[in-house]
């Protein structure tokens, strides 16, 4: 098996490095399917990890949810069940050996979904855990990867036979020893697909005032309990975790739309621009101007 799992990764690896050739990250043909490279070690980087796989056929990354670690390699692939704001690194990376990885995006429904058409066991724990887990490669999941990818040579069957790709990759998350999590945050009622909805409502609205009694109240929970498990799924407060997504969404407009930090801290809902440049700087380590032109001098370079 060994030997069968080291054959389908240097597949993938050689699939992964045709895909990407320069380019730190590619957007594939297929719905969610994503490349990345890396060509050495990085400083820690914010993210927001999505729902999502990711898995790494060469090199590794470090993930910083709240206090937590999480180490992706070769070995051990990461699963993202709700929109998580993080922390970043490539920690084994280089011009010989690039970190090679790929990243699927899913819809939590495509999981109930699911859950519903394979006739599932109903998930009974109450219990919230972190939206976030590492859990070792299997060599189904490496062959369903690959097949997937070599549709991309064979574009006009990619709207037939990518979805039956996708469904499979799923299952073998749901079926997987960390497949719990997943299917806990997709069963309807549980206190984890609550919270969920809570965050997805929090992710489009995150320019608005927010009160949490309120969002404790639609999640059905006392507000004590909604922050213990919001909490634990996200490292975050709902508070917290607010202002993750507008500093994300105010630094994209600084630099996608070239919105000065006024502007930009108006429209996600901040009405003092001290304290919006303030709040940036701790989460960003540089002032909104100092930030942004690093990162279009990055950019240039690129």
């Known amino acids: 098996m060994n030997g069968k799992i080291k ?67 070769e070995n051990h692939y990461l699963i993202t069940s709700v929109n998580l704001p993080t922390f970043v690194q490539a920690i084994e990376a280089s011009k010989e050996r690039p970190l090679l990885g ?9 999981v109930s979904q699911l859950l519903v058409d394979s006739n599932f066991p109903h998930h009974r724990s109450q219990q919230s855990g972190h939206g976030m887990v590492t859990s070792e490669v299997t060599l189904p999941l490496l062959t369903a990867f690959q097949r997937l990818i070599d549709l991309l040579d064979e574009e006009q069957e990619i709207p037939i036979l990518a979805p039956i790709i996708r469904k499979e990759i799923i299952y073998r998350l749901l079926v997987g020893e960390q497949g719990a999590r997943l299917r806990q945050i997709a069963s309807a009622g549980s206190q984890s697909q609550q919270i969920a909805r809570a965050i997805e409502w929090l992710k489009n609205n995150f320019s608005q005032p927010l009160r949490v ?40 407009l600084m630099l ?47």
Not at 217 to 238: K, V
Request: charged share 25%; net charge neutral.
């Open 102 to 110: 790929l990243k699927l995006t899913f819809d939590i429904q495509e």
């Open 7 to 73: 054959s389908s990764r240097e597949a993938l690896r050689e699939s992964i490095a045709r895909w990407t050739n320069n380019s730190d990250l590619y957007a594939s043909a297929i719905q969610g399917l994503f490349f990345f490279r890396q060509d050495e070690m990085t400083e820690p980087m914010s993210v927001i990890y999505e729902p999502s796989i990711c898995m790494v056929v060469q090199g590794s990354k470090r993930v910083l949810l709240g206090n937590e670690p999480y180490v992706y390699d």
């Open 213 to 252: 009694d309120d969002l404790a109240a639609q999640a059905r929970m006392s507000t004590s309990s909604f922050h213990n498990h919001f909490r634990s799924m996200t490292a975050l407060s709902p508070l917290q975790y607010q202002k993750h997504l507008r500093m994300y969404e105010a630094r994209r």
């Open 256 to 302: 996608a739309e070239s919105l000065d930090a006024a502007n930009a801290a108006f429209q996600v809902g901040y009405e003092s621009p001290s304290q919006f440049s303030r709040e940036y700087n701790r989460m960003f380590g540089a002032p909104p101007l100092r930030d942004i032109t690093k990162l279009r001098m990055m950019t240039a370079k690129e």
